[in-house]
């Protein structure tokens, strides 16, 4: 039997060197983990519209389309799962309040690429593969 194939969209957000990384709920897939502003993508939805989607729906940030820099699809070929990984970078150049939905999200925290490395609880996926594929550069934000 073929694995499952899914699509979802993800965004580094960035402010002063860092970047938003959230805490899923533990009733959530891959729960009790924490991860980017990240979602499926709908049927009919693309992936710019999924990711602009996302960043309102668990920041509350309103982000323009004009704001967002494509990375590129990251692909992932899990055990259980293929997955898709269309991913974006917002760099923000002010402070934005962060109000995350609860029934999603417990937490944030802003980190750089090493304390990311560091924590011993992201989501799978979220590694120093996909870090240097998105252009950071361990040691230095790039």
């Known amino acids: 039997m073929a694995k ?5 969209t ?3 957000m960035e402010y002063e060197r860092k970047f938003l990384v959230l805490h899923r709920q533990m009733n959530k897939p891959d729960g009790n983990t924490w991860g980017l502003v990240a979602g499926k993508v709908n049927s009919g939805e693309s992936d710019e519209t999924s990711i602009l989607r996302e960043i309102k729906e668990e920041t509350g940030y ?6 967002l820099e494509s990375l590129g699809d990251y692909v ?3 055990p259980d799962l293929s997955l898709e990984f269309p991913t974006y ?3 923000l150049k002010q402070p934005v309040e ?5 029934s999603e999200h417990t937490e944030y ?10 924590m011993p609880d992201t989501i799978r996926g979220l590694d120093k593969d996909l870090l240097e594929w998105a252009g950071y550069v361990i040691g230095r934000l790039s």
């Open 4 to 8: 499952p194939k899914i699509r979802v």
């Open 10 to 12: 993800g965004c580094f």
């Open 62 to 67: 309103n982000a323009s389309r004009n704001e």
């Open 76 to 78: 992932y070929d899990f």
């Open 89 to 91: 970078r917002l760099v």
């Open 98 to 102: 962060i109000k995350l939905k609860p």
């Open 109 to 118: 925290k802003w980190v750089t690429p090493e304390e990311c490395l560091a």
